[in-house]
T-cell receptor, first 116, second 113 residues
């Protein structure tokens, strides 16, 4: 079945630095990828939708300049948390739609970001 | 706007008990409905889905029926196992076909031996 690989699974960074999270569709082309943020014991909050070759569409309240999303190819989207602060610590999950399987959704395994 | 409401957890059951996790939705169109499961420290896995009214999704002993008249998609399993302990999310796909998934708040299930 469709597989989405998300890396890294865990990352610890210092305040003020930037962190890049990768999301790859391994065996299908993803026309659209989604980035979610999950707070402890909370639901998933959609941050942005990215379409290959175009700018990401951010949800209301999400800082575009802080959470940079790039979807350069049909198999790769990246989320860069710029100038990270402790409040950015969270679990980030990507999802990709598989054009070849009726646009089903496949999720990555998530990235636990801790900013110290 | 569109939304999903799940019953609050945590739900604690003994092994082999019957499980129901309620889910209701609000949508202006005709969304597809999903149940996802999340094990600790992991991403989400699709458990089952239904794409139109009266469809029943099923997988691994779990079932849910798309009820348009009650705008519900309750998750059921006849006999839970310890390995079913996880967080369960009900979700709908944006009927506007933007591709967005709208999630409920999640329900934690804990099954005790």
């Amino acid at each position: 079945g469709a597989v989405v690989s998300q890396h890294p699974s865990r990352v610890i960074c210092k305040s003020g630095t930037s962190v890049k999270i990768e999301c790859r569709s391994l065996d299908f082309q993803a026309t659209t990828m989604f980035w979610y943020r999950q707070f402890p014991k909370k639901s998933l909050m959609l941050m942005a939708t990215s379409n290959e070759g175009s700018k990401a569409t951010y949800e209301q309240g999400v800082e575009k300049d802080k959470f940079l999303i790039n979807h350069a190819s049909l198999t790769l989207s990246t989320l860069t948390v710029t100038s990270a602060h402790p409040e950015d610590s969270s679990f980030y999950i990507c999802s990709a739609r598989d054009r070849g399987q009726g646009y089903g959704y496949t999720f990555g395994s998530g990235t636990r970001l801790t900013v110290v | 706007g569109d939304s999903v409401t799940q019953m609050e957890g945590p739900v604690t059951l003994s092994e082999e008990a019957f499980l129901t996790i309620n889910c209701t939705y609000t949508a202006t169109g005709y969304p597809s409905l999903f149940w996802y499961v999340q094990y600790p420290g992991e991403g989400l896995q699709l458990l089952l889905k239904a794409t139109k009214a009266d469809d029943k999704g099923s997988n691994k002993g779990f079932e849910a029926t798309y009820r348009k008249e009650t705008t519900s998609f309750h998750l059921e399993k006849g006999s839970v196992q310890v390995s079913d302990s996880a967080v369960y999310f009900c979700a709908l796909s944006d009927p506007g076909n933007t591709g967005k998934l709208i999630f409920g708040q999640g329900t934690t299930l804990q099954v005790k031996p």
